[in-house]
């Protein structure tokens, strides 16, 4: 599941509303809906997060943060090292080769460590 995937989930949860009953309200199929929570799409377009921040009457600050966590949720990220110190290609290529042995809590650490805040 993507941040992304992970919060329209939880405003679903919130408002009772079930992923086939949004789907036909923002007429696209469950499927593409079902696939994008779950990280098998890329990530949606400024359009489309529009319309699912329309669609759950999102304010401006929520909106900013649905729109950042559209950005950080594409499944297969490409990673530009070129120009940068050679101990960031092989952070990189470590990272791509090892994360699924990662656990939650090094996860958390590492994006604390980042300065990323997972209640943003």
């Known amino acids: ?11 679903r949860a919130a408002k009772n509303i079930q992923l086939k009953q949004m789907a036909e309200d923002l007429q696209v199929s469950s499927a593409y809906l079902s696939a994008l929570e779950h990280g098998n799409r890329g990530r949606p377009g400024p359009g489309f997060v529009m319309q699912i921040a329309m669609y759950f009457e999102l304010i401006w600050d929520e909106v900013d943060d649905l729109k950042e966590l559209a950005q950080l949720s594409h499944p297969r990220v490409p990673v530009d090292t070129s120009g940068l110190h050679p101990k960031a290609t092989l952070l990189a ?5 090892h994360i ?7 996860i958390t650490r590492i994006l604390a ?8």
């Open 100 to 106: 699924h042995e990662l656990d939650e809590e090094t």
């Open 113 to 120: 460590e980042m300065g990323f805040d997972e209640g943003e």
């Open 1 to 11: 599941m993507t941040p992304f995937g992970k919060r329209v989930r939880e405003l």
């Open 93 to 97: 290529n470590l990272m791509a080769k």
